[in-house]
């Protein structure tokens, strides 16, 4: 079945470093993949995604690149700030018109000190 | 721009007691599911509705029963709350494609004493 794996947290670095966040994937089909962002108290937002291999998503200064070859679709930032600082989570979406069901993965809590 | 609402927001229960979980979408989505989050395990699926009239069970479906009401609404009920249920629910929705991104609301944080 399909599964994701992501960097165990929690992650705590200073306003302005550089961010990676790891994640690897298993799948049976060609799935889409997605970084999704909690903030405290509020549900999940879709803070990019990536539907096919060599696609790069990107917004609010955060990229990830589709590695078919590496199963992997880690996350970038190169210059974190403080509000920055929330749960991220790595998701794929391997389904059948009709079933697009996502896997997650567990959770990488990160924490921005100024 | 409302988007997924659940309501409600915050519910405490004793164990045995039953309760819903209500949620809507104002995005004319076919899809629509809910999660279970717990520390350190991600979300997991509890059941999914693919189109109106049709539900089908996620990872996690034992205590629960859902209703696709319409294309807007689809609730969630335990009918007999244990301590093991106590979590935050989320909702979701989407379109009909693999590649496109569900739509989260809030959440409803549930405990069972």
Same mark, same amino acid.
């Given at each position: ?13 200073? &306003? ?7 994640? #690897? ?12 962002? +909690? @903030?405290?108290? &509020? ?19 955060? &990229?990830? #690149? ?9 996350? &970038?930032?190169?210059?974190? +700030? ?5 749960? @991220? ?26 | 721009?409302?988007?997924? *609402?659940?309501? /409600?927001?915050? =519910? ?6 039953? !309760?819903?979980? =209500?949620?809507? =979408?104002? !995005? ?25 009239? *049709? ?5 996690? /479906? ?20 244990? /301590?093991?249920?106590? $979590?935050?629910?989320?909702?979701? $929705? ?5 590649? =496109? /991104? ?12």
């Amino acid at each position: 079945g399909n599964s994701v794996t992501q960097m165990e947290g929690p992650v705590t670095l200073s &306003e302005e470093a550089f961010l990676t966040i790891n994640c #690897t994937y298993t799948a049976t089909g060609y799935p889409s993949l997605f970084w999704y962002v +909690q @903030y405290p108290g &509020e549900g999940l937002q879709l803070l990019l995604k990536a539907t096919k291999a060599d696609d790069k998503g990107s917004n609010k200064g955060f &990229e990830a #690149t589709y590695r078919k070859e590496t199963t992997s679709f880690h996350l &970038e930032k190169g210059s974190v +700030q403080v509000s920055d600082s929330a749960v @991220y989570f790595c998701a794929l979406s391997d389904g059948d018109f009709g079933n697009e069901k996502l896997t997650f993965g567990t959770g990488t809590r990160l924490t921005i000190i100024p | 721009n409302a988007g997924v *609402t659940q309501t /409600p927001k915050f =519910q405490v229960l004793k164990t045995g007691q039953s !309760m819903t979980l =209500q949620c809507a =979408q104002d !995005m004319n989505h076919n899809s629509m599911y809910w999660y279970r989050q717990d520390p350190g395990m991600g979300l997991r699926l509890i059941y999914y509705s693919a189109s109106e009239g *049709t539900t089908d069970k996620g990872e996690v /479906p034992n205590g629960y029963n859902v209703s696709r009401l319409n294309k807007r609404e689809f609730s969630l009920r335990l009918e007999s709350a244990a /301590p093991s249920q106590t $979590s935050v629910y989320f909702c979701a $929705s989407s379109e009909q494609y693999s590649n =496109q /991104p569900q739509h989260f609301g809030d959440g409803t944080r549930l405990s069972i004493l």
